[in-house]
């Protein structure tokens, strides 16, 4: 019987090399096609993902407004009636920067921004993004 095993092992024939060769140059085109698309689209899902914590806090920023009359001084005292937590921005992990414009103590009108740092996925898209109640959501030059 493992004589039987044996010849048949010596007669069968495995890849050659060039086929090995051909299939490995096969994959690593794919491979440089698809890894810098993968990457440019997980750069504009965080950047999306940015954009709509923007608009979510903005919102929760306006029905503070309508229930106190002022925006508050800090993102922190939207917790935990209008957000469970104030979000992160996904490209940087950096937290938004929130301006409340005011007049002597009650602010009035705020902006909120994000500056993308150098080498920082969304940067190669989009240097920053702010939002103002008036302007709404703009890509800072």
Known sequence: MFQFFSRRL???RGFTLIELLIVVAI????AAIL???????????????????????ATSLESYFVDRGSYPTALAGLTPIYLRAVPNDPCSNLAYTYDPLSTPAVPTDYKMSIDFPAGSPCDNI??????????????TP
């Open 27 to 30: 994959i690593a085109i794919l």
């Open 35 to 57: 890894i810098p698309n993968f990457l440019r689209a997980r750069a504009q899902s965080q950047l999306s993902a940015s954009k709509g914590n923007l608009k979510n806090l």
């Open 10 to 12: 010596r007669d069968e």
């Open 126 to 139: 989009v240097p920053g993004l702010s939002y103002t109640p008036g302007g709404g959501l703009q890509e």
